[in-house]
């Protein structure tokens, strides 16, 4: 209840004050004021323009490998955990964790020598 409550609220102050700005706001136009504005200069051509496929491909590519760097991140937090098994006699050193960690670069190097083969990335 005090959740529904919460929300009828707050779409109720946001329609007031949306209804406020439609009709107490000012209402001036002229053409300087309707034309497009793109971070004050005049826009060059048409804003359908298209791109090279290999735009996306690059886009799509850094998305990967930005991903990449965030499943990094977990695994260098959790790496003494990952690192250590329960023995008889307490704690013990393992390199799971390491190798975990080189299975996964090895998938994205191997990855990425694809792209770079394919020519999907580089320079022209």
Do not use: H
Not at 66 to 77: L, N, R, S, T
């Amino acid at each position: 209840m005090p959740a529904g409550l919460a929300i009828a609220f707050a779409l109720g102050f946001c329609g007031l004050f949306t209804a406020l700005a439609v009709l107490i706001g000012p209402k001036a136009t002229n053409p300087e004021k309707l034309k497009p504005f793109e971070c004050g200069s005049e826009p060059i051509g048409s804003p359908r323009g298209r791109y090279s496929v290999k735009f996306y491909q690059v886009a799509i590519l850094f998305l990967v490998f930005d991903i990449e760097a965030a499943f990094m991140y977990p695994w260098a937090v959790l790496y003494n955990q990952l690192s250590r098994t329960m023995g008889p006699n307490g704690p013990i050193v393992s390199v799971f964790g390491f190798a975990e960690m080189l299975v996964f670069v090895a998938i994205l190097v191997v990855a990425l020598a694809y792209v770079w083969r394919k020519k999907a990335i580089g320079w022209e």
